[in-house]
Nanobody, 118 residues
Framework: QVQLVESGGGLVQAGGSLRLSCAASGRTISLYAMGWFRQAPGKEREFVGRVTWNGGSTYYADSVKGRLTISRDKAKNMMFLQMNSLKPEDTAVYLC???????????WGQGTQVTVSS
């Protein structure tokens, strides 16, 4: 089992920055990757990006490339999402996920709200 807890969300003006954190606990040694998703009101959950747990390789959705950066700290069992040049359309609940292989995601956090005002 892996438990995930997000933090760092809040209200920010357009053009601003936020850094989200995801703390993982439990059986993290076997993880293949951790990722970020977001869900805006009335919309489906959207993939933001992911980082492989061992190699640190990242992959992003086209909609966030160049503005959002994912990193992880294996020693602290933490994953981060640095968000720059935020836009109102980035407003959503941001969730972190963890998976044991490339086929999907096994665990989810509860999410943290990010609101970008225009």
């Amino acid at each position: 089992q892996v438990q995930l807890v997000e933090s760092g969300g809040g209200l920010v003006q357009a053009g601003g920055s936020l850094r989200l954190s995801c703390a993982a606990s439990g059986r993290t040694i076997s993880l293949y990757a951790m990722g970020w998703f977001r869900q805006a009101p009335g919309k489906e959950r959207e993939f933001v990006g992911r980082v492989t747990w061992n190699g640190g390789s990242t992959y992003y959705a086209d909609s966030v490339k160049g503005r959002l950066t994912i990193s992880r700290d294996k020693a602290k069992n933490m994953m981060f999402l640095q968000m720059n040049s935020l836009k109102p359309e980035d407003t959503a609940v941001y969730l972190c996920a963890a998976g044991y292989n490339a086929l999907g995601w096994n665990y989810w956090g509860q999410g943290t709200q990010v609101t970008v005002s225009s």
